[in-house]
């Protein structure tokens, strides 16, 4: 704009200070939680997903494309059928390659397949920048989370016209103690749920009209497929639902919907059949379909969303109209239908069913509950006797939400008590929130740092060790040639000399094959080493049954074998 032929410099002023005022508290939140989820982030070493993320990472860096094996250590999905135990390739290396190639885990010439390459490239490139080590791996990860916590507010403060729900679904979002281990992973699990926000937000700029609202959408969700090929289909299929049936009489629209979706499909049609998605994959069943439902349908009303805040959020979005815009009423309606779609989907589409597949719904359920726990507070301070400030209500509500175990209880009688994990519905209290402050504090024994720091003083270049579980820490920590694991990579091959040093962790013999570990082992004599930490399963494994999750932790203690020589 012109005036006097000068140009309005107090109006470009005034914009650019609006502009900043915009940004100033998501940078606020996106500094506070970067430092939350950056916190003692290296005190504890990578456990067994995370080092096969790093470790791959590595290889892609190095190789072009993340490579299971690299001439001399085996990287699997730690996966297997009951019935293929007495056909596991245990000798030449050849053998084991050829076989989990035939399960999709890799191609043939071990490029990985069995997950999209999004985490590797981000992993390698920072171990590659900041070295390799424990900080490195996960720190891209966890500040992927902060971006999130920042979207998050964004998305709130505008939909919603108001700061308070921002600041709400932030503090409900960032103290949720199983978000807020998966995030400090070097794993997909951060990513997955940031490229769901972003593809959320620019379906809805799309929908609006906005400017690349369209092409910024593709590009969106293209990309999520790169992080969690798994993730996206249902949120589509909501997304593509939502379009068709709120336009269903513009024509124009509805063409333009169904050209979206196809380019979508299209762009990410190459990689299904790269990635091998057509393939049938190795699967363990665990419960049968329903069985699983019910497990996520229990996690989520205890670690995600108390059931009982989605009729609550639909009561209220029936009610009140017009309290949070159409955009806010969107934008719940929309997280609802996800979250409903997302749980059937998962059920069916995992073998097993671990928290971390349901992890990248926090911010939406965030964003139902904190609906729900604003409109409840509103509601209760008009009917009090003399009406007060709603802000106290909503956020004590908050509070409750975030410390206690009162909303879930509604949800439990609903769910057979089969599938309940009483370690987390005997207390009021969340008990998980011990977990929250232990990774604060670098808090507790490291079972994968202890075993790591014995050998690696000990260990020449050429020398083996055996590990029946956690296998893949040792290969990055310390580069020698491992053999074993759940696939009992090379674990009888006499090609070269017996190994060293042997990790049998007594705790994992459930999900290791003992029989074949023992006739192994049998071969030679070995001196036992205490090591002074509990023999657990896992490492820093962030899911709601890990044992490792929970403080403090005891047990027999975890031995290092030492072969003594004839």
Known sequence: MMTGGKPNTVSDHNTFVSRLRTLALPIGVFTVCALLLCWNLDSRYLWQDEAATALLGERMLTSGRPLGYDGKNLVTMDLYRPEDVSRLPTGNPEDAIRYFAGLHEFKQDTTWTAHPWGPFALAGLSLAVLGKNTLAARLPFALAGALLAALLFSMVRKYFRSLLPAFIATAVLTGNTFWFLHM??????????????????????????????????????????????????????????????????????????????????????????????????????????????????FQTNQFLIPLVMIPVALFFLWKERVEEGEGGRRLVILSIGIICAFIPWMSRMVSVPFFRYVVPLTPLCAVVST????????????????????????????????????????????????????????????????????????????????????????????????????????????????????????????????????????????????????????????????????????????????????????????????????
């Open 371 to 566: 609906y729900a726990i604003t409109a409840m507070g509103r509601s209760v301070s008009r009917a009090w006797p003399a009406p007060w400030p709603a802000i106290p209500v909503t956020t004590a509500m908050a509070v409750i939400l975030v410390v206690t175990n009162v909303f879930s209880l509604p949800g439990i009688p609903a769910i057979p008590r089969r599938y309940h994990m009483p370690l987390y519905t005997s207390a009021i209290i969340r008990p998980e929130l011990n977990a929250y402050r232990d990774n604060l504090r670098g808090y507790g024994p490291d079972p994968n740092r202890a075993i790591v720091d014995y050998l690696k003083g000990r260990l020449s270049p050429e020398d083996e060790v055996v590990c029946n579980y956690e296998d893949i820490p040792l290969m990055f920590y310390l580069r020698n040639p491992i053999r074993g694991g759940i696939g009992c990579f090379r674990l009888t091959d006499t090609t070269t000399t017996a190994p060293k040093y042997a990790v049998l962790r007594m705790s994992a013999l459930g999900i290791t094959h003992r029989a074949i570990y023992g006739r192994a082992l049998l071969q030679h004599t070995w001196m036992p080493h205490s090591l002074g930490v509990p023999d657990v399963t896992w490492g820093n494994n962030p899911d709601p049954i890990s044992q490792y999750t929970l403080m403090p932790i005891s047990g027999p203690p975890l031995y290092v074998y030492e072969r003594i020589a004839p």
């Open 184 to 297: 400090r992973q070097c794993r997909y699990y951060a990513l997955s749920g940031l490229f769901l926000l972003i593809t959320f937000y620019c379906y809805l700029r799309w929908q609006e009209g906005r400017r690349w609202g369209t092409s910024a959408f593709v590009i969106a969700a293209w990309a999520w497929f790169h992080q969690d090929f798994g993730s996206l289909w249902p949120v589509l299929a909501i997304f593509a639902l939502d379009s068709l049936v709120l336009n269903w009489k513009d024509r124009k629209h509805l063409v333009t919907t169904v050209l979206v979706f196809a380019a979508i499909g299209i762009s990410i049609a190459p990689f299904v059949f790269y990635y091998e998605m057509v393939y049938s994959r190795l699967g363990v069943t665990s419960a049968g379909w329903l069985g699983r439902l019910w497990t996520f349908l």
